[in-house]
């Protein structure tokens, strides 16, 4: 009888033993379930930032690459616009360029008819006064520092005559009707009247100075 008490005891601290075990591991697997669960909860939290920045950046490319089109709509803008205007200048400066060569042959008949006239008058007269000598002698060396003169072309010249500062698109060029040559607006900035010409015209300052002190 004694002996089935022990082994009643025995198998009793067994049986209490593996209870205890059992609630161990419970608990065990309780917190392991908490941890799980608090993993998968952390999980679900970044994976919807880990959304949110996504479209996030993915309107910032729509955007960029929207800009981007933008610009270069813009910038295919400027070069059309910039070819146009290069073609119009070259075009401006062809047409000054033809202009300043027709108003040349004209100086150039208005003087031989003018001195054709002088001639004229002065084969028709009796007499004729030291003025009028003086007058037709000017309108001879106008005539033949005309003849002798080389109208410059635009595309020959980069710097002013006299005061050697550069042409630009704001520092335009401007001949001289007397001597030809190509000046900016201040060193050009003289009007006189010439035998070429019977309104004042355009002329430098040494042309100037020549024409004020005949």
């Known amino acids: 009888m004694i002996k089935i008490d022990t082994l009643l005891e025995e198998k009793k601290k067994e049986l209490d033993e593996a209870c205890q075990m059992n609630l161990a591991r419970k608990a065990d697997i309780e917190q392991l ?54 073609k119009n200048f070259e075009d401006v400066q062809t047409g000054l360029q033809e202009l300043g060569r027709v108003n040349q042959n004209l100086q150039r008949h208005m003087l031989e008819r003018h001195i054709s006239a002088l001639k004229t008058n002065i084969h028709g ?45 704001t520092v335009r060029k401007h001949h001289c009707r007397q001597c030809g040559q190509i000046f900016c607006a201040t060193c050009s900035s003289f009007t006189a009247q010439v035998a070429s010409s019977k309104s004042p015209v355009r002329v430098c300052s040494a042309c100037n100075e020549e024409i004020m002190h005949r």
Do not use: P
């Open 33 to 86: 379930t908490k941890n799980l669960e608090r993993n998968v909860s952390e999980l679900d939290s970044l994976r919807c930032e880990l959304e949110a920045k996504k479209a996030e950046w993915q309107e910032e490319k729509r955007m960029l690459q929207e800009r981007c089109l933008t610009v270069e709509s813009d910038l295919e803008c400027e070069r059309d616009r910039a070819a146009i205007n290069k």
């Open 125 to 169: 007269s009796g007499a004729f006064s030291v003025s009028f000598h003086a007058k037709f002698s000017i309108f001879q060396m106008d005539y033949a520092r005309q003849m002798s003169r080389k109208w410059l072309d635009d595309s020959e010249v980069t710097n002013c005559h006299a005061c050697n500062k550069q042409f630009t698109l």
